[in-house]
């Protein structure tokens, strides 16, 4: 049984940063290529960064630079650092694992002044 728990969410105004936390269980997060996610409402589902199992990272283009996706192995959890928030980053973020094709429950994120 995956299970993938996220934390951290909540409302920000731009400029500001929040930390995302994505617990996991079932499986171990440092032999797992994982990511986040995010949903805007009426919006389709989008990749934001990717973290591979030798630790090598992907970013989309409007994150990169501002985000850092990373983990703690000895917790089996994976962090999304989210800088500079503009308003377009409000979502719903996911966390993703792709050998097991599991997903959150997601975390509200809101930019606004």
């Known amino acids: 049984q995956v299970q993938l728990v996220e934390a951290g969410g909540g409302s920000v105004q731009p400029g500001g940063s929040l930390r995302l936390s994505c617990a996991a269980s079932?499986?171990?997060?440092?032999?797992?290529?994982m990511a986040w996610y995010r949903q805007a409402p009426g919006k389709q589902r989008e990749l934001v960064a990717r973290?591979?199992?030798?630790?090598?990272?992907y970013y989309s283009g409007s994150v990169r630079g501002r985000f850092t996706i990373s983990r703690d192995n000895a917790k089996n959890t994976m962090y999304l650092q989210m800088n500079s928030l503009k308003p377009e980053d409000t979502a719903v973020y996911y966390c993703n694992t792709a050998a097991a094709g599991a997903w959150g429950q997601g975390t509200q994120v809101t930019v606004s002044s």
């Open positions: 973290i591979f199992r030798p630790g090598t990272t």
């Open positions: 079932g499986i171990i997060v440092s032999s797992d290529v």
